[in-house]
Each structure stands twice: as C-alpha cells, then as structure tokens.
C-alpha cells in the first residue's frame, strides 16, 4: 500500500514546529528505514500515517485516502504501528488477550482471530506465554508482545518504531527475521532506528531526517556514506562504512560479506 | 582498594522458578569502571539492583551471599543509608523520574533537597550538572513533555547530582541517537576520571570496550567471564552467550578466517582498534 506525504507541516501545541515541510512517497512493499536526531521529527512523521496525529498543513494519503477524512480505527486496518516504549502500548492481563485485541476490533472472526494469534506468537518466539500478564514480562520480551500485538492485525503497512533498543543479539536476529519475512510477503515495512548498523544491513533505502525536514532520501548504502549530512542530524555512518571510508574504499559496505570482499580488492590494489 | 565486595550472590525473586543471579562473586576497586555485557535476561538489571540495594530491599525473594559497598552490607543497611554511597540509572527513565516535580531544574534537585543541602550549594551542583549532561535548555520543560532520549539525560543528571561513591547505571544510553550516546559516554567517563566507581550494564560493545577498564559477561545468571574488555569482548564464547560481537570484531574473525590477515594481532572491537588492525595489514 502507497503511503503520500505532501508538503506535510505539523506543531504541536504550544507551537513547536516538529514537521516543516516534508514530501516523500513510499511504494507499496517498499522497505524503509527513517534515521535521525533525536527531536527530528521521525516518530511525529509515522504517527501521521495512522491517523495518531493530523496534518496542521499538507497532507498524507495512505492507499488513496486521506488521513483528515478517516478515523484512527480506520486507518488501524491499514497501517500498524509498533511503539518505542511498549508500556505506552500494552495494557490488556494476557499476552493472548493483547495479541488478539487488535484483529478481534478489525472484526476478524473467532477462527481467523486465533489463526492471526498464534502466527504472530510463533513469530516473536511468544509460544507458551499466552497467560503471562505482559507486565511479568522483562522489557525485552514486552517489546515483542508490543509486535506480535501489530503483526496480528495483518495490515499492509507496517511501522517499527526503535525495534532494536535494550535488545540483545538474538532478539535483534529474530527482528532482523520478521522483517524479513514481512517484506517477503509484500508488506511495506518502515523502521525508525538509532542503530544504524542493523539499518545498513536490513533496509534498502533510507531516510534522513533533521530538524523536522527530509535531508536526503535514497538507496541505503549512498545515503549513509554522506558523513558531513548525517553528522548534522547527530549521525554516525554505519561501523563498517566508516572503516571503508577511513580505507578508502570506492563503494559503500553493508555488512561483513561486502567488507571481506571490499578489503580483498583493496589489499590487492595496494 | 576495594569499594564493591559481591561474595557468592545467588538471588532469586518472589515467586520465581529458578534464580535470576548465580553464584556472582567479584570485586571492584574504587576508581574502576567495570561493564555488565549478557543477552537479555542474563543477570545484569538484577545485578545492578542487587548493587544499589534494590534487591532485597525494594524487591524481596530469597538472596544467599553479600553485597558489600565502601564498607558496608546491603541486607544489614537501610535503603536510605545505602543510597548516600551508590546512585542507580535505570533503564528506563519513565521509572526513576519521581512524578512529584513539575520542572526538569526541580526534578534535579530533588535529591539533595532530601539530604537537606543548603541553597547556594544545591544551586551550584544543580546547574553545573545540568551543564554537563546538556540539559541546561530544558530546566524550565515538563520532565514528562521531553522525549526518550532527553528524559535519559535528565535521570542521568539527578544522580550525578547526589555525587554518589558508586554510580550503577542500567544501559543509559538506549534511547539516544549515536551522537548523544557518545555524549553521555564521555560523561560518565569524566565522572569516572574524577573517581567515581562505575558499573554499567550495556549492549553497545564498542563504547564499551572504549571505556571499561574491565568487563565482565553474564549468562542465564551466572559469570562467565571477566577480564580486560579486549580479551572478553573478542571470545569466541560471546557469540555463544547470545551476546554478540561488535561489527570490527566479526569482519576482523573472518578475515583471519580465510587468511587475508594473520591471526597474531589481536581482533579489534573499537574504530580505532579496527583501523589499527586492517590498515597496518602487510601488503
């Protein structure tokens, strides 16, 4: 599903301008990852796509609707939005009833309730936590139940929203798979992330954003090699990146195997 | 001289079916700056709140061992006499913020305005805190109106405040973006030059590696290993903890791997190390 933002501006009450301008389109299935400061405008930029927060001027169309004439019920059909801080999002005495609260307000029936729930409890490696309270929960395993919660509303466009803080390596593998796996099925997947290696490695274009504005908007590996831009929006390029380019390197690295392969052909050169 | 004394800690919490720390027994001397690295669930919140007296005051269950710090043992010292010598960070900072402040200047000075410490004094610790951690801006904010990233500053900042023996700090920097991080590194760094003990549980192994001058890895409970953070954040025993290595650490295996470099140099974690290791390669 198409996502359209035009010449979208938003304050907030009291007159901080978070979002001055912003145009950009994202394809239905595309995979997107927003970096940026903190205070860029990037989580102020999704919560406009499901309706959480509408335009002060300009808009945005999700899938041909525009988001000032449809409801945030409406929208939550279309786009799902994964919190930061998932006590900001959870707040049912089960897993499971928290897991089966969205598809069951979407009107799913009883049958395809349960077959959305255990999928998105498989998933987010959730089996066997069904009658948990949430809250007995470490944050780590919080944060999945806050996903498994969105994955089970089976919308077409997806949002994470800083999916890997206070994850350790296995969690953020298993992230890495259901994102994956979302793109595989078609979805559009957007991620705001800090962690700009696991953007590198995952996403395949990237945008940046400072200051409430779009700074650049490209291809994953173009983008986080322009040191001098990222830097002003509080930015670090990627770790392997930053070696390629302290190198010397000719081309962007994405992950280990680009890098090997890089190094080989310039320890050849040299 | 050692200021953290941990003596065969073994704890688990109300209800729970297996305990949450095993075992755990390792000192700190006063100055160092000492990094927690586990999976999630391995042991390093529980351990961090076992330090700051947390467990078992706050949290009861059933704890066998000791903790002492400069001098004393938690089970046998209040909560209150406890936290004049240690000041714990959480990982998130919606929970230390006390709700009874209304700006971020007030919520910094609310701990010492329960030690009674006299105005002018309070003034100075305050602001010049404030000025460290770059938060001077949002003094007069709502500490509920700040984003993530800079209510993590501000719960940073009220501890510092209290100028504690030993400041525990719970992944500090989760909600920051990378220039921040490196900012609120360097300050829990000064602060460590100045001669405050750390302990800092944290996922990020290249700061850490960076900073510590020792690290110890956690497992399901238990320690692992413990050592200079070149030789623990390099083992090939940190990917089977489920911890991980920095990106500089698995390019550099694989390149040894398959013989682009020799395998005498150690394996770099850090940018600069990583610098080091590949530039310096013979041609």
Not at chain 1, 31 to 38: F, H
Not at chain 1, 41 to 69: F, M, Q, R, S, Y
Not at chain 2, 124 to 149: C, D, F, H, N
Not at chain 2, 188 to 194: A, D, G, H, N, P
Request: with cysteine; net charge negative; proline share 5%.
């Amino acid at each position: 599903m198409k996502i359209e933002v035009r010449d979208l501006r938003f304050s907030y009450p009291g007159g901080v301008e978070a979002l001055c301008g912003v145009c950009l389109t994202v394809e239905a299935g595309e995979l997107v990852a927003i970096v940026g400061q903190n205070g860029s405008g990037k989580t102020t930029l999704v919560k406009h796509w499901n309706g959480l927060l509408k335009p002060t001027a300009g808009e945005v169309i999700v899938g041909g609707w525009n988001t000032a004439d449809h409801s945030v019920a409406q929208l939550a059909a279309r786009v799902g939005y994964i919190f930061q801080n998932p006590d900001e999002q959870l707040f049912c005495a089960t897993v499971c009833g928290e897991v089966a609260f969205g598809p069951q307000n979407l009107g799913f029936d009883e049958v395809e309730v349960d077959q959305q729930v255990k999928s998105a409890l498989a998933m987010t490696g959730l089996g066997g936590l069904e009658q948990t309270n949430p809250y007995d929960l470490s944050t780590s395993r919080r944060k999945m139940v806050a996903v498994a919660s969105v994955l089970a509303m089976n919308t077409p466009v997806i949002v994470f929203d800083e999916p890997t803080t206070g994850q350790d390596h296995v969690t953020i593998e298993r992230i890495r798979e259901i994102v994956q796996r979302l793109h595989g099925e078609g979805k559009t997947v957007i991620a705001i992330t800090h962690d700009i290696d696991f953007c590198v490695e995952n996403f395949e274009r990237v945008i940046v954003m400072g200051n409430g504005r779009v700074l650049l908007d490209g291809e994953a590996g173009e983008v986080l090699t322009q040191e001098a831009v990222l830097a002003s929006t509080a930015v670090d390029p990627p770790q392997l990146i930053r070696l390629g380019l302290r190198l010397g390197f000719n081309q962007p690295v994405r992950n280990v195997d680009e890098f090997i392969a890089a190094y080989q052909r310039w320890k050849s050169r040299r | 001289m050692a200021i953290v004394e941990v003596k065969n800690l073994t704890y688990s919490y109300p209800a729970a079916d297996k305990p949450a720390l095993k075992g755990i027994h390792f000192q700190v001397e006063e100055g160092e700056f000492v990094s927690l690295v586990g999976a999630n669930e391995a042991g390093k919140t529980s351990l961090c709140f076992a330090l700051a007296g947390f467990v078992p005051h706050f949290f009861k269950g059933e704890l066998r061992g000791e903790v002492w710090v400069a001098g004393k043992e938690s089970s046998r010292t209040s909560l209150d006499d406890w936290l004049l010598n240690v000041g714990l960070v959480f990982q998130n900072p919606f929970n230390q913020i006390s709700g009874s402040k209304f700006t971020v200047y007030e919520e910094v000075a609310f701990g010492l305005e329960n030690l009674g410490i006299p105005r002018p004094e309070m003034k100075e610790r305050v602001e010049g805190i404030m000025q460290k951690t770059g938060i001077t801006e949002l003094a007069q904010r709502s500490p509920y109106a700040l984003s993530g990233g800079q209510q993590q500053r501000v719960a940073l900042a009220s501890i510092l405040v209290m100028q504690p023996r030993l400041l525990v700090l719970d992944e500090p920097t989760s909600q920051l973006d990378p220039i921040g991080t490196r900012q609120v590194f360097e300050v829990i760094k000064s602060m460590s030059q100045e001669g405050i003990t750390v302990v800092m549980a944290e996922h990020k192994l290249e700061w850490v590696a960076e900073f510590s001058d020792r690290v110890i890895a956690l497992a399901d409970g238990e320690m692992w290993m413990a050592g200079k953070p070149g030789d623990v954040l390099t083992s090939p025993l940190m990917t089977e903890l489920g911890i991980g290595v920095s990106r500089y650490t698995a390019a550099g295996r694989r390149a040894v791997e398959i013989g682009l470099l020799p395998a005498s140099q150690r394996l770099p974690v850090t940018h600069r190390q990583a610098l080091a290791f590949f530039g310096a390669a013979p041609p």
